[in-house]
């Protein structure tokens, strides 16, 4: 390889902190390289212009026919769901075919699932799109605990700012480990291991037509700590056991035991962050009593245990 090629695609609602801090990424890796290794390939990164107005006149861009390594799709603005014209699927599509490495960083991945290239694959992407993605694309798989799923010929992120994980994780595989350490130091970002479940928080589902479940899930936000069975919340919700649990599973897709402990688990992550209380306080305050139970069920859920998680997230 006489250089890397890196296209990063400009495309219509392209986040632009992520297009531009992209593009110097590279440029600050390409400096790193001349400096301490002058042996390996150049690394040429430009623009594709795909619709984006706040690419400059004068930035560096290839044209649709050139070759390229590797392909970028950026996250877009908070709020859009990105569309991919027909001419950009096509050309993607192309880029498969010619063995080119194709990546996205958190709703980036839309325009990918757009073209089809990520049927049956196992991606990820900003956690807040899986029912999107469910809904839209449900012949793709997702991970959504990963910050970046790499295989030979795709790369995947999660969260918005995870451009800069797949930024490393691209330099990594072309260039290893020290270009990767030297890059890390200067942006002051950590290129350890990291888990997006660390950051992905419980949304309930609220949009699903069944007013009796609806009613009984806004009881349970008031109600989470207190000491109940399926009898009570059978009663609660005023229908049999039996109908209780078929009818939350088909709107929530939880089963009524899961959904309370994602609850229990959201609320103890909101003590974590913002209060200074004992995990067994807060234990005893979220509806346990058992100790070394709560901890397996929060670190399933997270990834970390109470104590690492009011390290890195609290107040």
Not at 133 to 158: N, S, W
Request: charged residues 20%.
């Amino acid at each position: 390889m006489s250089e890397l090629r890196i296209a990063i695609v400009a495309y219509e609602s392209v986040l632009s902190s992520a297009l531009f801090g992209l593009a110097e990424a590279f440029q600050a890796a390409e400096r790193f390289r001349q400096q301490s290794y002058p042996q390996e390939a150049p690394i040429e990164c430009r623009y594709l212009p795909a619709g984006s107005s706040i690419v400059f006149p004068n930035a560096r861009c290839w044209a649709q026919d050139d070759s390229v390594d590797v392909v970028i799709l950026p996250p877009c603005s908070a709020g859009v769901t990105p569309v991919c014209p027909a001419w950009l699927r096509e050309w993607l599509l192309r880029q498969r075919t010619l063995g080119v490495v194709l990546a996205s960083a958190c709703v980036g991945a839309c325009l990918l699932a757009q073209a089809g290239l990520l049927d049956g694959r196992v991606i990820t992407t900003h956690w807040l799109l899986e029912n999107y993605f469910h809904q839209h694309f449900p012949q793709v798989k997702l991970d959504l605990d990963a910050v970046v799923i790499e295989e030979p010929d795709l790369m995947t992120a999660g969260g918005i700012m995870a451009w800069l994980d797949l930024t490393l994780r691209i330099l990594r595989r072309y260039y290893g480990s020290a270009l990767v350490s030297q890059l890390s130091h200067y942006l002051i970002w950590d290129s350890g291991d990291r888990e997006q479940r660390y950051y992905r928080r419980f949304q309930p589902p609220m949009q699903h037509g069944d007013a009796a479940i609806l009613s009984l899930q806004q009881w349970l936000e008031t109600h989470f700590n207190d000491r109940f069975g399926v009898s009570k919340l059978a009663l609660q919700a005023a229908m049999s056991e039996r109908s209780l649990q078929r009818r939350f599973l088909l709107a929530t897709q939880q089963t009524l035991t899961q959904y309370v402990q994602l609850l229990r688990v959201e609320k103890a992550r909101e003590l974590l962050e913002t209060t200074s209380l004992a995990v067994e306080q807060i234990i005893w305050q979220i509806g346990y009593d058992d100790r070394a139970s709560f901890n397996k069920l929060f670190k399933k859920q997270t990834g970390l245990s109470p104590l690492q998680y009011r390290q890195r997230f609290g107040c």
